[in-house]
């Protein structure tokens, strides 16, 4: 069992992601691919950035990294602190992969291979960030260490992946997947994997899980997945005027307070049509 100490970083995140996940019926699209990716990733990365600040008893900086070391630039020394990801990996893999290990249905097999690649996603983005020393910052010595990038890399790499995920089937020895579309290249650890076609996120079906987009809010001018065409799915959208309090004429007062106003404004709002 893992220490208490551990594991508290993330309950709220991993009941956040239960959550999430249970509202999906279907348990074997994409998208549910992409939240087991993203969620695992996070495990890692909140695990890995906890033990640099110390925060838990049981790790702490990538202890391999000491003495010096060799890139492009010549040599440096290692120094600061190293974000220890491969010890996240292995650490947040027993716990977050515990589930799936109990079953060997393709559903298990789909999850634990998208919690690898996001794993595998955040240890991508691990760069060496250095210091200089020398005079006047010449740089004849350089103090390096291993940082994980900002989170936002390991989420738009992953949604990428989301985009190019692939639909797969297992194999009949139920060890792994083979691509079910022939023209489709065989997944490789990184890529997201899924099971089935997502229901159609248009119409609202209960049955599927589906809440349809009747009453979203859109953007009239914008041509993304925000847009009211994209997102009403070409059954158009109702427009509503509405008030809005918003805070204006706001003075800055020496030193340091500043002082808005309460102002009504009235704004169009853009909600999708139901289905009929
Ligand atoms: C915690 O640290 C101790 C001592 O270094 C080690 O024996 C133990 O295996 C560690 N526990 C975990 C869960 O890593
Ligand atoms: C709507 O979309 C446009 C174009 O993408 C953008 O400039 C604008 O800020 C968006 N409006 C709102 C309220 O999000």
């Known amino acids: 069992m893992l220490p208490a100490a551990v594991l508290s970083p993330f ?40 033990c640099s600040q110390g925060e838990l008893d049981n790790c702490s900086c990538d202890p391999t990294k000491t003495g010096s070391s060799e890139d492009s630039k010549g040599s440096f020394n290692w120094g600061g602190c190293s974000d220890h990801v491969e010890h996240a990996i292995h650490f947040s893999q027993i716990f977050v992969d515990a589930k799936e290990r109990k079953e060997r249905d393709a559903q298990a097999l789909m999850n634990l291979h998208n919690n690898r690649a996001g794993r595998k996603a955040v240890k991508r983005f691990m760069t060496l960030q250095c ?20 989170f936002r890399r390991t989420g738009d790499h992953l949604r990428k992946r989301y985009n190019g995920a692939v639909q797969v089937t297992v194999n009949q020895y ?57 997102m009403c ?22 030193c340091c307070a500043v002082h808005c106003q309460d102002c009504q404004q009235l704004v169009d709002e853009y909600t ?5």
């Open 11 to 50: 309950p709220l995140f991993l009941s956040f992601s239960c959550m999430f996940i249970q509202s999906f019926f279907f348990l074997g699209s994409r998208e549910v691919a992409f939240v087991y990716a993203i969620s695992s990733a996070g495990v890692v990365y909140t695990l890995a950035r906890a």
């Open 131 to 150: 210091k200089c020393h020398g005079v006047s910052g010449s740089c004849t010595v350089r103090t390096c260490w291993q940082a994980m990038a900002d």
């Open 174 to 230: 139920g060890t792994g997947f083979t691509a079910t579309h022939t023209h489709f290249k065989r997944p490789s650890k990184n890529d997201l994997v899924y099971l089935e076609d997502s229901p159609d996120y248009c119409i609202r079906d209960p049955q599927s899980g589906s809440m349809g987009t009747g009453g979203r809010l859109c953007n009239r001018t914008s041509r993304g997945m925000d847009g009211c065409e994209v």
């Open 233 to 254: 799915c070409g059954r158009g959208y109702d427009t509503a005027r509405v008030s809005r309090t918003t805070k204006c004429e706001c003075k800055f007062h020496w």
């Open 272 to 276: 999708c049509k139901s289905q009929t």
